[in-house]
């Protein structure tokens, strides 16, 4: 089993910022991608950002160029820097870890909110 726990939501005003971490514990697989998901009220969840454990990242059209993915092998860690919030951007903010090397490896943290006010 692999624990994620994310931490650092929380309320902000359009065009301020919000980090993001989430560390990860337990059986976690070296060979391994991470990313960031998110979900508003009344929508499906939907990919932020990805990461493979190289640095190869991946963006939802929606945050290239305001939000950045990071990752410290190291210390098992996902991060993820928010600029430029737009209203839109409020949604429960999930973490995820995944490895297509182990059947059925994927894992979510419980979800952080974040709450961008016009």
């Known amino acids: 089993q692999v624990q994620l726990v994310e931490s650092g939501g929380g309320s902000v005003q359009a065009g301020g910022s919000l980090a993001l971490s989430c560390a990860a514990s337990?059986?976690?697989?070296?060979?391994?991608?991470m990313g960031w998901y998110r979900q508003a009220p009344g929508k499906q969840r939907e990919l932020v950002a990805t990461?493979?454990?190289?640095?190869?990242?991946n963006y939802a059209d929606s945050v290239k160029g305001r939000f950045t993915i990071s990752r410290d092998n190291a210390k098992n860690t996902l991060y993820l820097q928010m600029n430029s919030l737009k209203p839109e951007d409020t949604a429960v903010y999930y973490c995820?870890?995944?490895?297509?090397?182990?059947?059925?490896?994927?894992?979510w943290g419980q979800g952080t909110q974040v709450t961008v006010s016009s």
């Open positions: 995820n870890l995944w490895s297509p090397y182990r059947a059925n490896y994927t894992y």
């Open positions: 337990g059986d976690v697989f070296s060979i391994n991608a």
């Open positions: 990461i493979t454990r190289s640095g190869v990242t």
